[in-house]
């Protein structure tokens, strides 16, 4: 069927902020799908929340909003744009419930808008339990007993009838939020109470457990005209319990016989049947191991993390191909894009092995309880290839950039046999390495297999990972096992451990042996057809297909997997780097191990190694491609972190050089240069032993920023007031603490702000200065920003002007850099300096329309900043205000603390732009989901030191209408001070006159809860359990004053005032 | 154990050997499934052929004797890159290895099967052999080389005798080419009462036994080497209906004057889309053939084309333009692959109780 010519205008819908469950893949599917509607003539208009992703480019959409997705706001560009339709089906959960609501709203009838890909009514029927299990019961296909329960009550009724353990899942939600596993009727009421909470249509599914059933999925496709084909199965390695989000998973499937497998492709292809899905859609299907016995456990009406995993382990462009069947085109008549020489209608053949494994942030959140269930907690993903699967899951362990590089672990092998078997049976994020802990102690393949579930396939793939350590432990320095090894995927670090060896002696030793990889290509068709896909993966195989061509080529580095403090910002970053080495006429080759992002689509670059980001695997690409050099500005800590061994190895580095970017990282190199130059920094000390820590505290004067050298995103950094609070530091963080040295810095009050300069070795160009709202001490990651600056005067900006241009020129920066700031009693003071990418240039790049990383990529090349039409110095400031705001993803994860400190905690950021900063604010607010009502109630319970600052903050509520309630020491102090205010009781006091304040919470009686009390991490203090309560019951929540402020700005800014003369 | 493939362009490729110790020839082969290792192996339609596996990973979940399609398998070797170590499903009866072995099928493991699939694509389907050392190359090569592949070897994988496959419903002959045992599964599902003839079976053999209809199987090989099946395929039709499938499609479109050719690397796998012309409808069928029928053959024959493969044009179904006969390239009982097709036996099963209706009117 040709496309279809009465619609002109498509409005698509993006997902918004990254959170736990909707991370890049959703950027990559957007702008997959934006490109692919304007490649078939249409005009794009496009409104996502989140400015760092591609798909909020000019050149992806015809039209660009950078608007939060609620129903008011996208109502508005709605008017405004009038589109002929909408497409909500490429934007993740949060762009499909944002249509649903557009529909209930009355607008799209109203303005005769239509719904491009699936109908409202099948999306309705594919996400509404009871529905959903309606229409498996009419096609006769199994589904878990289960029923859609409004009250806890019912819900217990229903688990005592079919017995435990149950499966709570909330209708409408993404990732599970808010569901898990019953096993009794304690933690029923507890988790179906607060998977009602956070369920908008106030509905969960209580399921009968069918845990220990093989996980399968499914990635289909269909079209109008009711062609339906599979794009790729994935079988995870985990057996039904654990979310598939927070699985390890294979691609294709592995462990089914043809008949199986076809009984389930027969079962999904006519679900995506009777759905009547017109573009992509995933089935989630168990299979009892010991019968034919499966249920159907979900589907997906739309793309997801999955079907962008699929696409990248098949070279299949789901997403793409997804829009174009929104236009009414069929599979039969759109070109394989892979192989240009077939259709898109073609199941595509894998020669080859995938495995994806979740990225944690574990690492970040050392409290988090690490258990792995139903609630997704991962919040990335990697993915290997390899032509077998240990080989892919070797790849893959590490690409994870964790403290393992291999399936050896220091801590499992200290463990009791006790622990070790807890850690099998209640899986963790580290469950893989306690598994080959427990083959290198000689359990048997039955033995774990009974225990975990995992089938015994799976389980041999790490047992022989062990056995192979062993092998190669016993035959030092044998060739032999030496190929053996790599064609089993073991990085040359890891044989170097077995072997009392460096690195450096087995790469010299393999390739004298002339042990390489060689590169195959991604072609979905196991090379039946001719294929030009630049798409490759390593194997230790025979033959290369990868052929170096005649081009000059520069290698870009990628930033790895989306973790806090490393987000889809730097794919960003790394996909413009891509544009600029293009339009240099250089060759681009991206290498990266993503799967979820716009980087690893094979047609952003020349030439696409999907590999691990180690420093062999780098190596060895460069080794066959000889790039003109290679760029690691723009792929984050990860890309940053290879550049010195990349240069002892001969490669060549664009851009700052090793020993500068070595001047600006190391703290005593660092002093040196900011004392020649003359700038102000808070004192700093470093320290390597205890001893010297707490001497150095003390000089300084408390309170102090304690901090490892060498951070990504602030991890294991805290303000400490007091020697007690400093040694509680160094014992928790012994094992980072004194592998490096410690920093000690003055802790300053004030405003922090951060710049991103581009240097071409002369001249600094500055696009913009971003002012912190929050004070200093909140991470800048988790901070809300403004641009341009609202409270430094002139002298101030000049002084960071000044100041960023002298250390770009002295540390010989070229490319990009950023600057943290801090003002203090009208002084500008550096706090740090990152010599790459940080995560501002997407932001800092929309709302000033300098390309960023672009025009540092071009610098870097060569063309200096005037040769490119820039006049050096801060860049004239746009007429717009930009607020950008944090997104967190608390409700996911139990056990961590809210509380905003040093140490990076969100996943992701909006952004909101208008004339004014009150209605920017409010934007951003909106955005973030911390939009409150115009109207309402606010909950204070304050730190005794922020008393004297909460009174202008609760005259300022009260002014605009609002209800305050607060503990007992707030409520006296407030109302000493004339302000109306009701009492609650503490948590553990009971008060007949008083409300309790978790009950307060319960019964959503509060609209914003205002909560400074931190500090103490326990997770029984009452603050803690405030704030989690808050955010178990989905109440904003603002742990800073500045925040609180600001948000009050925002509110004041949309009321009137009202005052009696 | 070493072990290694020789080409007859003289390309060598070592690894490892599973399965029989059998020194081996045949036409060297690949298919892109990535399930069903084990029904493609019985696949009597492989046999003279040492059949290469694209996917990777092979044996995962082992072997069960339901899933045969084939009792005594013909294919000649196996080549893979990967075979499981442990293999792990609840209706595994044997390993991968230990099956071939007791099937006297030699195994190769370790190879590049991507640069020899891509080898085969370019240079064509090859003869080659697998052998154990490297000591008697030259003798090996001249071997390869003097090798002729086998025409007979229908008559070979075929019953010998007759026998039947009881059902209640329909009577239908089968004539076995190398018939796959999911076939006779999809006619007994059909509840029909199938007798299997021998490849050398007559039209006055067939029509003796008062079928409702008759099936021609698959089977290996060039359908030019069974010309009495075509003869008797001429006069079947004219009075009973009848299906043909794979080889059995290739002897009725030869048998109503069309010809066939024999394909530079052929179809295998069973994500090979095919259109059925009337409706449009796509399906993704399950293909193992070397040979096809020329599309310019069919002009002045009775023969309408019914299914195209979408991306090569291979002529994949026909219907006769007067009698109840129509054939498909592919297998419409899939085994390994999607069941996507399978209605074409309900199709068959319509025109016999059509025709049982109209000798009742």
Redesign the interface.
Known sequence: MPKRTDVHKILVIGSGPIIIGQAAEFDYSGTQACLALKEEGYQVVLVNSNPATIMTDTEIADKVYIEPLTVESVARIIRQELPDAILPTLGGQIALNLAVALGKSGILDELNIQLLGTKLASIDQAEDREKFKELMNELHEPVPASKTVNTVAEAVAFAEQIGYPVIVRPAFTMGGTGGGMCNNREELEEIAANGLDLSPATQCLIEKSIKGYKEIEFEVMRDSADNAMVVCSMENFDPVGIHTGDSIVFAPTQTLTDREYQMLRDCSLKLIRALKIEGGCNVQLALDPNSYTYNVIEVNPRVSRSSALASKATGYPIAKMAAKIAVGLTLDEIINPVTKTTYAEFEPALDYVVAKIPRWPFDKFSRADRTLGTQMKATGEVMAIGRNAEEALQKAVRSLEIDQKDLYSKEAAQVSDEVLEKRLVYARDDRLFYLAEAFRRNYSLEGVHEITKITTYFLDIIKHIVELEEEIAHHPQDQDILLKAKRYGFSDDSIARLWESTPAAVRAMRKEAAIRPVYKMVDTCAAEFESATPYFYSSYDQENESIKSDKPSILVIGSGPIRIGQGVEFDYATVHSVKAIQQMGYEAIVMNSNPETVSTDFSISDKLYFEPLTLEDVLNVVELEQPEGVIVQFGGQTAINLAAGLEENGVKIIGTTVADLDRAEDRQLFDEVITELGLKQPIGKTATTEAGVIAAAEEIGYPVLVRPSYVLGGRAMEIVNNQQELANYLKENTEVGLAHPILIDAYLEGRECEVDAICDGTDVLLPGIMEHIEHAGVHSGDSMAVYPPQSFNQDVIDQIVAATEKLAVALKCKGIMNIQFIIHDGEAYVLEVNPRASRTVPFLSKITGIEMAQVATRAILGQSLKEQGFKPGLAPESSLIHVKAPVFSFSKLDDVDSYLGPEMKSTGEVMGMDQTFAKALYKAFAGAKMAVPDVGSVLLTIDGKDKEQILPLARRFRNIGYQIFATAGTSEFLRDNGVHVTPVTKIHENNADQTNILRLLEANQVQLVINTMGHDHEVTSDGFVIRQTAIEHNIPLITSLNTAEALLTALEGRSFTTQSL | MKRYLILEDGSV?EGEAFGAQEVTTGEVV?T?????Y??AITDQSYANQILTF????IG??GV?LD?CESLQPHCKGVIC??V????????QQETLPKFLEQMGIPGLKG?????L??KL?VHGTMKGSLINSMDDYEHAFDQLKATVINKDIVSQVSTSKPYPNPGSKRNVVLVDFGVKHSILRELAERNCNTIVLPSSATAEEILQLHPDGVLLSNGPGDPKDVPHAIEMCRQIQEKLPLFGICLGHQIFCLANGADTYHMKFGHR?F?H?V?EIAT???A?TSQNHGYAVEPDSLKDTDLIVTHQE??DGTIEGVRHKYYPAFSVQFHPD??????DAVDLFDDFMDAMDKRKEEQNA
């Not at chain 2, 892109?32 to 069903?36: A, I, K, N, S």
């Not at chain 2, 499981?84 to 209706?91: I, Q």
Request: aromatic share 10%; hydrophobic share 25%; charged share 25%.
């Open positions: 490729y690949f892109t499934g990535m399930t069903g084990q029904e694209t996917n990777p990973l995962n979940y069960n899933d890159r990967e499981a170590r442990v293999s792990s499903n609840w209706r190879i590049d099967t991507r640069a699939t891509k694509r796998g994500n889309p259109r449009g409808r796509i993704f979408i991306n899939a085994a390994p692959g999607p069941h």
